[in-house]
């Protein structure tokens, strides 16, 4: 039995997305911003989308920018406000130490405009440091950018506390929220985010889409520039087909949610995995404060790539890399004190929606049986 728990990573079409795409792939292939019959369909069925997304994030539609992915969204979001910001004299950007390299690399690469980065550490469970996180923000600051959850461990950050240090300061907020939106309820408005970027693979819709929540009244320059799209806030004609799927699997996140279905199969995992190892599996990430989805494991005294190569047919990650046999380490776990036993036995599990009790209880056996 083929078994997947990699959902962090990417999320198969729900079969809601797939019967939403359909009448788009053959007659629904006008532009938007035509003003004849096929264009107005196209409008229709965007405005429609981008009403579906908003309701997800309990936002308007005017703040909701479609984009190519959380990555754009999330590079958008950076690379404008702290450019537009060095005039005012603030030129520093503050992150956490586990963000994800959409937010990382364009921090990096900012510094080439004299853009400094203050990255503040997390615990050993990987939530952030406040009172660093406090110290790091001042009068120099344009810009707070912090996850909502980690992608590898799933601990969910404190955004709400964050934000109200970062605007008691001048400086604005931008959330990652790709992992969390659609596993749970992630509303911009009470996380105090200026600004907040999804991808939609994350939630059963199809790669190549994402959105960027824009604050009422905030104005950014665009990323991509040309056209009048999105009410001039980033150009080129609107991918209906893929904007339409995105509301569908936003229409799915609000009228059925499924928090409880992701936790008891992560804890089905857990227990089951526990009771077998005992004290040489290790629990990474906060026991608590986390996305109900996401399990990362470390088999103490193994390598996780081995782990995985020993179990084909289940499909899971390590947050190490290995290359012309040297691994590097997670710099999630790394980032968090782990060992470097514990950062080399790490596995991340993830369920999601079709995941069931049988496929479950079918990786436990596996994994035990290669143990």
Same mark, same amino acid.
């Given at each position: 039995?083929?078994?997947?728990?990699?959902?962090?990573?990417?999320?198969?079409?729900?079969?809601?997305?797939?019967?939403?795409?359909?009448?788009?792939?053959?007659?629904?292939?006008?532009?938007?911003?035509?003003? /004849?019959?096929?264009? %107005?369909?196209?409008?229709?069925?965007?405005?429609? !989308?981008? &009403?579906?997304v *908003?309701?997800?994030? =309990? +936002?308007?539609?005017?703040?909701?920018?479609?984009?190519?992915?959380?990555?754009?969204?999330?590079?958008?979001?950076i690379?404008?406000?702290?450019?537009?910001?060095?005039?005012?004299?603030?030129?520093?950007?503050?992150?956490?130490?586990?963000?994800?390299?959409?937010?990382?690399?364009?921090?990096?690469?900012?510094?080439?405009?004299?853009?400094?980065?203050?990255?503040?550490?997390?615990?050993?469970?990987?939530?952030?440091?406040?009172?660093?996180?406090?110290?790091?923000?001042?009068e120099?600051?344009?810009?707070?950018?912090?996850? /909502?959850?980690?992608? %590898?461990?799933?601990?969910?950050?404190?955004?709400? !506390?964050? &934000?109200?240090? *970062?605007?008691?300061? =001048? +400086?604005?907020?931008?959330?990652?929220?790709?992992?969390?939106?659609?596993?749970?309820?992630?509303?911009?408005?009470?996380?105090?985010?200026?600004?907040?970027?999804?991808?939609?693979?994350?939630?059963?819709?199809?790669?190549?889409?994402?959105?960027?929540?824009?604050?009422?009244?905030?104005?950014?320059?665009?990323?991509?520039?040309?056209?009048?799209?999105?009410?001039?806030?980033?150009?080129?004609?609107e991918?209906?087909?893929?904007?339409?799927?995105?509301?569908?699997?936003?229409?799915?996140?609000?009228?059925?949610?499924?928090?409880?279905?992701?936790?008891?199969?992560?804890?089905?995992?857990?227990?089951?995995?526990? &009771?077998?190892?005992?004290?040489?599996?290790?629990l990474?990430?906060?026991?608590?404060?986390?996305?109900?989805?996401?399990?990362?494991?470390?088999?103490?005294?193994?390598?996780?790539?081995?782990?995985?190569?020993?179990?084909?047919?289940?499909?899971?990650?390590?947050?190490?890399?290995?290359?012309?046999?040297?691994?590097?380490?997670?710099?999630?776990?790394?980032?968090?004190?782990?060992?470097?036993?514990?950062c080399?036995?790490?596995?991340?599990?993830?369920?999601?929606?079709?995941?069931?009790?049988?496929?479950?209880?079918?990786?436990?056996?596996q994994?035990?049986r290669?143990?």
């Amino acid at each position: 039995m083929r078994i997947y728990l990699d959902y962090n990573a990417s999320t198969p079409l729900l079969p809601e997305v797939r019967e939403a795409m359909l009448p788009w792939l053959d007659q629904g292939f006008g532009n938007p911003s035509s003003p /004849h019959w096929a264009g %107005e369909g196209a409008a229709a069925a965007l405005r429609e !989308a981008r &009403a579906r997304v *908003a309701a997800l994030l =309990g +936002a308007s539609p005017p703040e909701i920018v479609f984009t190519s992915g959380g990555s754009e969204a999330s590079n958008w979001a950076i690379k404008s406000v702290a450019l537009a910001a060095v005039a005012r004299g603030r030129r520093k950007i503050v992150t956490s130490a586990v963000e994800h390299p959409a937010t990382m690399v364009p921090c990096r690469y900012l510094e080439r405009f004299g853009i400094t980065t203050t990255v503040v550490p997390v615990d050993d469970e990987g939530l952030v440091d406040l009172d660093a996180m406090a110290e790091a923000i001042d009068e120099t600051t344009a810009l707070v950018s912090v996850m /909502h959850a980690n992608n %590898e461990v799933g601990t969910l950050q404190p955004v709400a !506390a964050i &934000a109200e240090l *970062a605007h008691a300061a =001048g +400086a604005l907020l931008h959330c990652d929220a790709a992992q969390s939106v659609g596993k749970i309820a992630v509303h911009p408005a009470e996380l105090g985010a200026d600004l907040l970027s999804l991808a939609g693979h994350k939630l059963y819709a199809p790669k190549g889409i994402g959105v960027l929540y824009v604050r009422p009244g905030l104005e950014l320059e665009p990323l991509i520039h040309g056209g009048g799209h999105e009410r001039g806030r980033r150009a080129g004609t609107e991918n209906v087909l893929f904007a339409v799927a995105l509301g569908a699997a936003a229409a799915v996140a609000v009228d059925a949610p499924c928090v409880d279905h992701l936790a008891a199969m992560r804890d089905r995992l857990h227990r089951g995995l526990a &009771a077998h190892f005992g004290d040489r599996l290790l629990l990474n990430g906060h026991p608590a404060e986390r996305l109900p989805n996401t399990l990362n494991l470390s088999f103490l005294g193994r390598r996780g790539h081995d782990v995985l190569a020993r179990v084909p047919d289940l499909a899971a990650s390590t947050g190490s890399a290995c290359h012309s046999g040297e691994v590097s380490l997670s710099p999630v776990l790394v980032a968090m004190g782990k060992s470097e036993e514990a950062c080399l036995g790490a596995v991340r599990f993830s369920t999601g929606r079709p995941t069931t009790a049988a496929e479950i209880d079918e990786a436990v056996e596996q994994l035990i049986r290669t143990s």
